[in-house]
């Protein structure tokens, strides 16, 4: 399945800040207020522009503590909602409407919108939106720095030919949704986020995955710095799938990518939401906001 990589590049600060309430014209009534697409502006272009991108069934929400800090650093800081997430209806059907150009495109859009917000920009996601962050690693040369948060490569304790395997059964199959907690249900952390997820937009998530899996076996990444963050005890994804991405990425430019993995985190898949049932951003902030700052040191 060809994916969209069109880019659009804002080209000047009132440009992105106009580009920016298009995107936030999106955020209908049916939109919880904390899900609102945000931007925390400090009034003009900066040397440092951040997209932050929420994950799966979460919404902009997600970063409302991690925001300001990245803000703090001098930076403007763009956390957009992506396509079908955020609805006041957490029961919502709406999720089975998701594909990957969808998600791309929205993506893509923010990150197009940072190049006119910052004369350097860096885009940091988690989970699915971890795919995203290699994605733009991997094909994005204006992208300055990309910094991946547990990106989904393989499900659970998968192989990653295990998990293409039931990501191609599940776009076959009839969708249906999954409780993210078959114990707790409804009643899962955050409040705000959808608690089930529909299996065909996971498996259309997975798809981005796929194609940096492929692509890093035979291509350096076009971005300048490229991070992949994980887990030791992430529940929810195969972390030796985005280690092996990190290697091929290192093989191709030794001094331009990283491997990062926190070994002293309680078992949780989502290490960034400060509502999540066991936060830990004491550990985890510090650490992303280092990365974030090595964005400044990289050639342009």
Request: charged share 15%; with cysteine; glycine share 4%.
């Amino acid at each position: 399945m060809p994916l969209n990589t069109a880019s659009n590049p804002a080209r000047s600060y009132g440009e992105a800040k106009a580009r920016v309430e298009t995107f936030k014209s999106l955020d209908y009534a049916s939109i919880l207020p904390q899900a609102y697409t945000k931007l925390y502006d400090c009034g003009e272009r900066t040397g440092l522009a951040v997209v932050l991108l929420h994950g799966l069934t979460n919404h902009p929400a997600q970063f409302v503590q991690f925001a300001p800090r990245v803000q703090q650093l001098g930076a403007n800081v763009f956390v957009p909602r992506l396509p079908e997430q955020g609805d006041r209806n957490r029961m919502t059907a709406r999720l089975a409407r998701l594909t990957a150009p969808m998600l791309l495109a929205s993506a893509t859009e923010a990150v197009d919108i940072a190049c006119g917000l910052g004369d350097r920009v860096c885009v940091l996601g988690i989970s699915t939106s971890g795919l995203l962050c290699a994605y733009f690693a991997q094909h994005r040369a204006d992208v300055t720095h990309a910094i991946a948060v547990s990106p989904v490569f393989a499900l659970l304790k998968c192989a990653y030919w295990q998990s293409r395997m039931i990501a191609a059964a599940l776009r076959t199959l009839p969708d249906f949704f999954m409780w993210w907690d078959p114990r707790n249900k409804e009643n899962i952390l955050p409040p705000t986020g959808y608690p089930r997820f529909s299996t065909h937009a996971l498996a259309q998530c997975l798809l981005i995955g796929d194609d940096v899996y492929a692509c890093s076996q035979t291509s350096p990444q076009a971005a300048g710095r490229a991070t992949i963050v994980t887990n030791q005890r992430d529940p929810a994804v195969n972390n030796h799938a985005a280690e092996h991405v990190a290697a091929q990425w290192q093989a191709h430019r030794p001094h331009a990518s990283e491997y990062y993995q926190f070994t002293d985190l309680p078992s949780n898949h989502d290490i960034i939401d400060p509502e999540n049932a066991e936060p830990r951003i004491d550990i985890v902030y510090p650490v992303l906001l280092q990365f974030i700052q090595k964005t400044m040191e990289v050639p342009q």
